[in-house]
């Protein structure tokens, strides 16, 4: 177990690590932003550039401490190219608000860079294929806390299929260098589940007073 897991342990903090990803912060330079964004304009990897309208690269504060990440756009994001727009990302942008911050302040990506046909779920081959897009950017904000926005983007990041009882209230490490990982319910299935909302406006408090509490901890050491 790493020191930084231990760490949070030691603070009482449920952490552990279910996935290590190739990602190395060092790797890529700031001056890539540009030839990663033409790769994912031109990607043609899997069948879903067949029906797309635009690619969905990410967007927000490239330098950010906070990285939430979707499962795949939607029909209105498809159509504008930017990431949670619709209905679903106006509440995604309130829960973002009630931690204090706003999207300015946070990169938002997906796992997957183009629309599925009638916002199916993403197939495991279409995940694999746009997954290093994904971790190209992790590597380049280099965030100090990730957000896992929904239960693909969970699965997919944590590669597991545990039920998001399970994930949710735990923090998770993503990568060698164990970056915080936490879940949160989508936005669309709070729009179908309104009763849900108190437990993510809860959760938010969590998520906030981890981040604060983190920072602390580092000045100390």
Known sequence: MSSRLKTFQSLG????????ASVNPDSIQQSEWPMIESQVSNCKKCSLHKGRNNTVFGDGNRNSDWFFIGEAPGKDEDLEGKPFIGRAGRLLTEVIFS?????????????LKCRPPDNRDPK????????????????????????????????????????????????????????????????????????????????????QRYYFGFQDYTKLT
């Open 99 to 111: 931690m204090g911050l706003s999207r300015e302040d946070v990169f938002i990506a997906n796992i």
């Open 124 to 207: 495991s081959e279409e995940v694999k294929q746009c997954f290093s897009y994904l971790e190209k950017q992790i590597e380049l904000v280099n965030p100090k806390i990730i957000v896992a926005v929904g239960r693909i983007a969970a699965h997919s990041l944590l590669g597991t299929d545990l039920p998001m009882g399970k994930l949710r209230g735990k923090i998770h490490g993503f990568g060698p260098s164990e970056i915080p990982t936490l879940i949160i319910y989508h936005p669309a299935y709070l729009l179908r589940s309104p009763s849900k909302k108190k437990k993510v406006w809860e959760r938010e408090q969590t998520l």
């Open 13 to 20: 903090i449920d952490a552990y690590q279910l996935r290590e």
